[in-house]
């Protein structure tokens, strides 16, 4: 439930005077984080960074959530606690009802970086995930160029990642990830390495492929804010690190969307200005402690 008047929802995973954060956790929901606790070792081997700090979150089926804040703040952090690469210090995750415990093969995750490999041509590359699961070289090579043309890279099938653009090898990893049909996908600030025109034809393809084939819960990491609100149906601001929740915003804007279009109207520039009157006070504390 939102509160009258604004997008903005009650904070979830902040604990406020009356007691503990008890976030709303539905049955069915697609990604649920309880009290999660993140940290990373320290020189010493005993004491912990903590990167997250009691955070609590429901991600429903189909949703399309985008995670900002400070750098610093967890967003990451928070993103390998889902997909099992990292185990929490406190706290429990679960994916489609079951609690997460190592990597999950229901989970796609597209890094900063795409991790093609350079001697695979473009439809190897894609075709692995599924070799990997136990497909024929058959079938996962036509599924792979099924997924290639999805994508807007017909013809390109073999080609090898050297000779692809930056934004035609983020098309190739979003294909090698959607292959094997995840439920849940995780990006962790996948545009960012690319030139703003690329990246909002990318923001826009992906947003084409999401409801077309799929519509899988997507949790989005992005230190962008303009392409968080236009992207997500939710956005989750979280604190200077180590990250709690500072609050959640419904981005009630219609679908389908056109980024470049979007920008310009009202209702995107009064999202833009809540959010951001709560985004800057983070960055800020993040500032001042650097």
């Known amino acids: 439930m939102t509160e009258q008047g604004t997008g903005k929802r009650p904070a979830v995973g902040v604990e406020p005077a009356a007691g503990p954060a008890v976030p709303v956790m539905l049955d069915g929901d697609a990604v649920r984080i309880a009290d999660l606790r993140m940290g990373y070792p320290t020189a010493n081997g005993r004491d912990a960074l903590v990167a997250l700090e ?3 979150l429901a991600i429903h089926p189909g ?9 610093g703040c967890g967003k990451s952090t928070l993103l390998s606690a889902i997909s099992g690469l990292r185990r929490p210090l406190e706290g429990d995750v679960w994916v489609n009802g079951d ?10 995750f597209v890094f900063q970086q795409d991790a093609l490999l350079p001697w695979r041509k473009a439809v190897d590359n894609v075709a ?10 058959k ?21 090898y990642p050297h000779q692809l653009s930056g934004g035609m090898r983020k098309r190739v990893a979003v294909a090698a990830t959607l292959v094997y049909g995840p439920s849940v996908l995780l990006m962790d600030e996948p545009f960012s390495a690319l030139d703003i025109q690329t990246r909002n034809i990318m923001e826009n393809d992906l947003l084409d492929i999401w409801s077309a084939y799929g519509h899988q819960s997507v949790v989005f990491v992005t ?5 968080a609100i236009g992207l997500s149906d939710r956005v989750v601001v979280l604190t200077t690190g180590p990250g709690r929740i500072a609050a959640e915003f419904d981005i009630d804007l219609p679908r389908p969307r056109n980024l470049i279009d979007l920008k310009a109207t009202r209702g995107f520039e009064a999202l833009y200005a809540e959010i951001w009157s709560v985004l800057r006070d983070e960055v800020l504390k993040a500032s001042n402690l650097s």
């Open 54 to 56: 009691k955070t609590s």
């Open 63 to 71: 949703e399309f959530v985008a995670v900002v804040g400070p750098s």
């Open 99 to 108: 609690q997460v415990r190592g990597i999950r093969h229901d989970v796609g």
């Open 128 to 137: 692995l995930g599924l070799r990997l699961r136990g497909a024929s070289r």
């Open 139 to 159: 079938d996962a090579g036509a599924e792979a160029r099924r997924w290639l043309k999805r994508v807007g890279l017909a013809g390109f099938e073999d080609v």
């Open 223 to 227: 230190h962008d804010l303009e392409e």
